[in-house]
């Protein structure tokens, strides 16, 4: 019989040890998402600038043309 609980008491402690284990593996692996997710959100962000920078180049530039067409 104390054999067996002895048994059961391993037991546990391995699958405690394991579930420690999982739970670190994981928290790591969520915290790199994290930090990727963050600089994805910084590089959308300044690609969005760098287009609104670019429309805003193509339109005076297409603007400018279109004067020197009228003149």
């Known amino acids: 019989m104390?054999?067996?609980?002895?048994?059961?008491?391993?037991?546990l402690r391995d699958s405690v040890d394991r579930l420690r284990e999982n739970y670190t593996n994981i928290k790591r692996e969520n915290d790199l998402l994290k930090a990727q997710q963050s600089?994805?959100?910084s590089q959308k962000a300044e690609l969005?600038?760098?287009n609104e920078a670019v429309k805003d180049k193509v339109n005076s530039i297409l603007?400018?043309?279109?004067n020197i067409e009228i003149t």
């Open 63 to 66: 603007e400018r043309i279109k």
């Open 2 to 11: 104390m054999n067996k609980l002895n048994d059961q008491i391993a037991d």
């Open 48 to 50: 969005i600038r760098k």
């Open 39 to 41: 600089s994805l959100v």
